[in-house]
Structure formats: C-alpha cells, structure tokens
C-alpha cells in the first residue's frame, strides 16, 4: 500500500528534514522531531503522493499538541499556523490542505507537534439542518429513517435517520424532528441532495364542512358527548378520535380531538363522512400532519 504522503519537507535555517510517517488505510500522523521542542520558527511544505483521484476525495488536516502542560495548549488555524491557546469550543479544527500549503510552527519550543492528515470523499454531506420540525412521530427506538436523493453516477449515495425529541406543546401528539443524523456522508455530490422524511401518520385538523341532520345533541365538554372516529381513509393502524357539538341536531363545529391516531398514509387531506348515530350526511376535510422537512450542505 501507498503512503498517504511520501514526505513533508521541512526548512529550518536552509536545511531539508523528512518527517516519519505513519499511516494506516484512512489516517497519516506525522511527528516531528519526536517529542522534542522546536526550538525555532518552522515552515513545512506539503507533498501529496498518495494518487488519490482529486474527483472523489480530498485530505484534510488537524494540528495540536499533546505533551503541553495546561494553559500551553496549541492548535492549527484556517492560515496552516499553530497558535496558542484552546481551539474554539474546545475542539481541535481540521482543514483542506493540497500540495504546496505550508504549516506553520512559531518559535517557542513547542514540543511534541502533531499532524493528522484524513482522507474525506469529495461531494459528501457535510450537515443537515431541520427547517420544520413537523410532530406527532412515535418510535421506540426514538429515531425514524429518512432518505437523501441519489448520487450522481459513480458516486455513493449518504445515508442517516432523524433523532426524535419530545414536544414542548402539550396539545401535540408525542415527539417532533430534532435533528438529522449522518452516518454515511456520500460522495460525488455536486449540489445538495433533498432529503426526505416520512409523514407522521396522524390527524393535524379536522373542519365540519356539512352538519348533517339528525345528530344528538352534545357539547365536547361532555366527555360521553357526541364524537366519531376518522377512519374512512386508507384504514389507520389507530383511528384518531374527534368529538364535536351538535345543536338543534346539526354538527355545528370540532371541539377536540381527543387522539390523533397513527398509520395514516397517502393523500394529506381528505373528506370524512361524520358517524354519529343516529344522525347522516354530515361531513368534515380532515387534514393530516406533514412531514418534516431538513436541508443538507456539502
């Protein structure tokens, strides 16, 4: 097997050093000079021989130190410079590099630098960002599947799910979107791709577009007052429950839907025929909740 690089040159007052590498599969670590101090500004230039197609992947690296002493922490920046002090959020950053970035080492005696170098596929999800939350998902893994649009040909399509967090409204049905999980980034990419997350299956509104006649009268306030059950489309796995009030034995309005049901499918909105015997031809739109939706970026 190739190196990953076969050397980063390094010049300090007119001389050429070679770092020692070791690599294996998707990692290079380089140290140099051992855990010895660096006594004086370095300035490493980097060779990449690894034959990696530039299409499909990219390397990238991240600087730090590991035998400082606390408050002498150090760490690469975006200009390839090790500074001192933590990295931001306390986590060590990493960087594209090519051939030809130079690393930059000040004076200071810094000892025991490292560089590790990662191979990253090119036209790979970087994030995703939830845009609508949606609710009313039920898992008891408390995660759900979701679907990114394919890779363009010769690449690999990404892959992940979407971590389920509870709803703060308590008027809604169990839990809401709270973020996506990646677990395969992808390759090839060259524009974002969609991704897609299933409906939660259950009622989100329900509004009486004919009352009917004959309907006994009764309020929602009364818990054994008049309801119906909406299951009149592609039959749910648990019907939602909707009470309503009747006056003068016409449906006036829905007062409460008691549960949203589950395992709704299909058409997000649809006509409803209101079972409340022994009343008839009252109907309602019943619409059901959307799927949530996310955005990626490479």
């Known amino acids: 097997m190739r190196s990953l690089f076969a050397g980063i040159r ?7 050093r070679k770092w020692q590498a070791r690599h294996d599969q998707a990692l290079a670590t380089f140290e140099p000079l051992e855990s010895r101090a660096l006594l004086a500004a370095m300035t490493f230039t980097i060779e990449d021989n690894s034959g990696l197609d530039p299409t499909k992947y990219a390397l990238y690296a991240m600087g730090s130190n590991f035998t400082s002493s606390a408050g002498t922490n150090w760490y690469m ?21 090519v051939s030809g970035n130079t690393i930059n080492v000040p004076d200071g005696g810094l000892a025991g ?7 990253v596929p090119v036209g790979g999800v970087a994030s995703a960002t939830v845009t609508d ?8 893994t408390g995660t759900i599947p979701v679907t990114f649009s394919a890779a363009p040909e ?28 990646i677990t395969n980034p992808g390759r090839g990419y060259t524009s974002p791709p969609t991704i897609t997350i299933p409906v939660p299956g259950v009622v989100d509104t329900v509004t009486v577009t004919n009352g009917g006649s ?5 309020s929602a306030s009364d818990n054994n007052g008049p309801a119906f059950l909406v299951s009149y489309h ?17 449906v006036q309005n829905i007062t409460r839907i008691t549960n949203r049901g589950s395992g709704y499918q299909g058409t997000q909105s649809f006509t ?11 109907e309602a739109t019943v619409t059901l909740v959307s799927a949530a939706t996310a955005t990626s970026t490479l």
């Open 10 to 16: 390094n010049s300090r007052r007119g001389r050429q």
């Open 77 to 97: 920046n975006s200009s390839f410079t090790f500074v001192n002090g933590a990295p931001p959020s306390n986590q060590t950053p990493s960087y594209k590099v």
């Open 113 to 119: 630098m490292r560089l590790y170098f990662f191979v």
């Open 133 to 140: 939350a949606s609710y009313g998902y039920q898992s008891s």
């Open 154 to 181: 010769g690449g690999e399509t990404a892959q992940g799910y979407a971590q389920l967090v509870a709803t703060s409204d308590p008027t809604l049905d169990v839990n809401k979107v709270g973020s996506i999980v």
């Open 214 to 218: 004959g309907y006994p009268n009764g």
């Open 234 to 250: 592609s039959p749910p796995a648990f019907p939602a429950d909707v009470h309503v009030t009747v006056t003068t034995s016409v």
């Open 272 to 282: 409803q025929p209101i079972v409340i015997s022994p009343g008839s031809g009252g």
